[in-house]
């Protein structure tokens, strides 16, 4: 499943603090999929303004479940690429 993911600096988690492995690398989850609780978590394109931060990515996530709202946890899930297109002057403007 596709989805998006922001990230602090340098790929990491601004909640658990994760740092997440390089684009085409899996970062996996020990415990099943559970919103908020475990899980490689990602966004659906209808929620992304609640959880802005400063690095924007696309994402698969293996087995992706829509557990909430616009947000889909999988056991593991790897990063594909950087949106380029988010950037300070994106989140400027957005501002």
């Known amino acids: 499943m596709q989805a998006l993911k922001f ?3 340098g790929r990491v ?3 658990t603090k994760v740092t997440w492995p390089e684009p085409g690398e899996w970062l996996e989850s020990d415990s099943p999929p559970e919103l908020c609780r475990a899980g490689v978590h990602a ?3 209808d929620v ?3 959880w802005i931060s400063e690095e924007l990515w ?3 996530l293996d087995g992706g479940e829509l557990l909430a709202p616009g947000i889909v946890v999988g056991r593991r899930g790897r990063l594909v690429a950087r949106v380029e297109e988010w ?3 994106a989140a400027r403007e957005f501002a």
């Open 13 to 15: 988690a601004p909640f």
């Open 43 to 45: 966004l659906l394109p």
């Open 48 to 50: 992304l303004a609640t």
């Open 7 to 9: 990230l602090r600096p």
């Open 87 to 89: 950037n300070d002057g």
């Open 58 to 60: 696309r994402v698969e």
